[in-house]
Structures are given as C-alpha cells and as structure tokens.
T-cell receptor, first 113, second 108 residues
C-alpha cells in the first residue's frame, strides 16, 4: 500500500493525558498537512510541513498542540493535557511540492473522556 | 476571509442528476477543489478547477466562475454508492480551506 497511513486509527484517553499520533506520507511527497475534523464540519487546517520545515501553523491551534517532521518523512502530532474539546478526527495529507491535490490518510479518531 | 457556503443536505434518486452548489467570498485563491467523503472515511479527490469553465470527468463534472464566486459539482447517473458528503474547498497559500460539506442522500 503506497497511500498515506496514520497510526493509531482510534485513541481513547482521559482528560489531562498527552497523546501522540503518527502520519506516514506517500514517499515522494515532500509536503505534509495536518487537519482536524469534527462531526458535520469540513476538515480544519492545523499545520503543514515542506520537508522537515514547519511552514505554517493555524492561529486557532492551541499551544498544547505541537507537530514535528524531523527527517522530512513521517510526522507526529502531539496534544498535551488533552481536553474534551480535542475529541475529533485528525487527518493527515501529503502532496507534491507543485501539486495541488492532497492525498488524505484514514485519520486518527480521538475521544477524550 | 474565505467563507464557503454549500447546502447542508440534499436528496436525490438513483439514476438521476444532482447539482451541488458552492459559493465563496475570498480575495484570491489558486483553485477550487471538490472532495468526496464517505462516513468515517478520509476525503478523496474528485476535481480541481483553476480556470473558469466546466471540467468533466466521467459521471462527475465541476464548474467554476471566479467573477461570480460560484462553483458547482454535477453528478450524473447517480448510484447508491454516491451517498456521501461532498466538500467544496479553496486552494489558497498552499493550504486547503474546506467548506462544511453537503451530505447527499440517494434514494432507490
């Protein structure tokens, strides 16, 4: 399978705990994006990388959220001190540098109790 | 901003044609996407319009008018598997800004 993969697919955690998600993009894609989607809404942009550089982070993103892409391949998204409002589907997507189309992974569904 | 408006829900009959409209307000963008998303799954790419006009791809067509701030997705010969959400989205500054999506129900 050469598509975008995400791990885990589901995560249930208690409020206040830290969680980390992983995304593996399509191998030749150097752009990687993180989105959050809640029920009945479209995906909301969180942040994106070109290679290992984080180029933009949404102003809506709390300081509790951090993302890395240390070697320009896979990326991790960490949420510290989770809150119930963080419950959502976290989607990762990748694209070629000049290509507009983004290919999405299956997502990680987070439930904060 | 780039407010993106599309109907929340639509219903159509198997074999029929449906048009899903999208309007937006933005000062500039590179192109307009349509994505399909089945419940519980990731969005999948349908179309990308950069220039004004109609892009046809099999049963699906997408139209863009930049001067009118308007796009539509046309689905022909509807099949039950077309039951999904359809997301209108703008490509701006290397990001995709999504609308809330239109949930399409197909009746047999």
């Amino acid at each position: 399978d050469t598509g975008v993969s995400q791990d885990p697919r589901h995560k249930i955690t208690k409020r206040g705990q830290n969680v980390t998600f992983r995304c593996d993009p399509i191998s030749e894609h150097n752009r990687l994006y993180w989105y959050r989607q809640t029920l009945g809404q479209g995906p909301e942009f969180l942040t994106y990388f070109q290679n290992e550089a984080q180029l933009e982070k949404s102003r809506l993103l709390s300081d509790r959220f951090s993302a890395e892409r240390p070697k320009g391949s896979f990326s991790t998204l960490e949420i510290q001190r989770t809150e119930q409002g963080d419950s959502a589907m976290y989607l990762c997507a990748s694209s070629l540098p000049a290509g507009a189309e983004q290919f999405f992974g299956p997502g990680t569904r987070l439930t904060v109790l | 901003g780039q407010n993106i408006d599309q109907p929340t829900e639509m219903t159509a009959t198997e074999g029929a044609i449906v048009q899903i409209n999208c309007t937006y307000q933005t000062s500039g963008f590179n192109g307009l996407f349509w994505y399909q998303q089945h419940a519980g799954e990731a969005p999948t790419f349908l179309s990308y319009n950069v220039l004004d006009g109609l892009e046809e791809k099999g049963r699906f067509s997408s139209f863009l008018s930049r001067s009118k701030g308007y796009s539509y997705l046309l689905l022909k010969e509807l099949q039950m598997k077309d039951s999904a959400s359809y997301l209108c989205a703008l490509n701006r500054d290397d990001k995709i800004i999504f609308g809330k999506g239109t949930r399409l129900h197909i009746l047999p």
